[in-house]
T-cell receptor, first 116, second 119 residues
Framework: DTEVTQTPKHLVMGMTNKKSLKCEQH?????MYWYKQKAKKPPELMFV???????INESVPSRFSPECPNSSLLNLHLHALQPEDSALYLC???????????????FGSGTQLSVL | AQTVTQSQPEMSVQEAETVTLSCTYD???????LFWYKQPPSRQMILVIR??????QNATENRFSVNFQKAAKSFSLKISDSQLGDAAMYFC????????????????FGGGTRVLVKP
C-alpha cells in the first residue's frame, strides 16, 4: 500500500462550523504534513509532524488545529474559518528517516474546501 | 530564504515531441535537493524526478531528464516522447540539505508550469 488517503474529497462549510479533515497512510511513515494550495498556486506548508510530534508550524492561524493520534493518522480540525481559507488541503507523508536527506514525499489527492 | 522561479506559466507540446520546462532557484546553501513534481487533474502531487546538488550527473527517469546547472542555479526538466498522460501542472521544488529534523523536509515550490499535450 503506497497510498495516502484523504477524506472527505470535498467539503463545504459555513464560517461558524467545526469540521475535520482526515489523512491516513499505512506505509509505516513517521513524518506527516499538511499543505494548503490555493487555485493556480503552489502548495504551502502548514504543519509537519515527525514521530507524532509537531516539529514545524508555519505560523498558521489558530483556527487550524492539527492532531496526530498515531503514526498512521493525521487530522486537521477546522473552526471559525474565513472564506479566504477556501483551498485544496493536501496531506503528505515520508519515511521520516533522519539520516536520509532526500526522502520522497507521498501526497494524497487532497480535500477541496469551500468556506461560505 | 530560498526562492524557486518557474518563468513559463504554460507550455504546449505535440504528442511524441519533446518539451523543456525551466526552473531557476536562489540559495546560499551548497547542499540541497531539487525535485520536479507533477500534479494532474486528480490533484495528487506525484514525484517525477529528483537531483542531489552534490551529484554532477543529471538525473534521468525513463522519458524524464533534468539539466542541472549548479553554477547558474538552473534545473530544467525535459519530457521526451510526450504522452497525453503527461498533461498536468509541473512544480519545481527545493529542499535544504540540512538534516530532516532541522528542516522538516520542507519543500519550497515554484509557481508551476501547466503542460498541455496536443494529440
Amino acid at each position: 500500500d503506497t497510498e495516502v488517503t484523504q477524506t472527505p474529497k470535498h467539503l463545504v462549510m459555513g464560517m461558524t462550523n467545526k469540521k475535520s479533515l482526515k489523512c491516513e497512510q499505512h506505509m509505516g511513515h513517521r513524518a506527516m504534513y499538511w499543505y494548503k494550495q490555493k487555485a493556480k498556486k503552489p502548495p504551502e506548508l502548514m504543519f509537519v509532524y515527525s514521530y507524532e510530534k509537531l516539529s514545524i508550524n508555519e505560523s498558521v492561524p489558530s483556527r487550524f488545529s492539527p492532531e496526530c493520534p498515531n503514526s498512521s493518522l493525521l487530522n486537521l480540525h477546522l473552526h471559525a474559518l474565513q472564506p479566504e481559507d477556501s483551498a485544496l488541503y493536501l496531506c503528505a507523508s515520508s519515511p521520516g528517516d533522519k539520516d536520509r536527506m532526500n526522502e520522497k514525499l507521498f501526497f494524497g489527492s487532497g480535500t477541496q474546501l469551500s468556506v461560505l | 530564504a530560498q526562492t524557486v522561479t518557474q518563468s513559463q506559466p504554460e507550455m504546449s507540446v505535440q504528442e511524441a515531441e519533446t518539451v523543456t520546462l525551466s526552473c531557476t532557484y536562489d540559495t546560499s546553501e551548497s547542499d540541497y535537493y531539487l525535485f520536479w513534481y507533477k500534479q494532474p487533474p486528480s490533484r495528487q502531487m506525484i514525484l517525477v524526478i529528483r537531483q542531489e546538488a552534490y551529484k554532477q550527473q543529471n538525473a534521468t527517469e525513463n522519458r524524464f531528464s533534468v539539466n542541472f546547472q549548479k553554477a547558474a542555479k538552473s534545473f530544467s526538466l525535459k519530457i521526451s516522447d510526450s504522452q497525453l498522460g503527461d498533461a498536468a501542472m509541473y512544480f519545481c521544488a527545493y529542499r535544504s540539505g540540512w538534516a530532516i529534523k532541522a528542516a522538516g523536509n520542507k519543500l519550497t515550490f515554484g509557481g508551476g508550469t501547466r503542460v498541455l499535450v496536443k494529440p
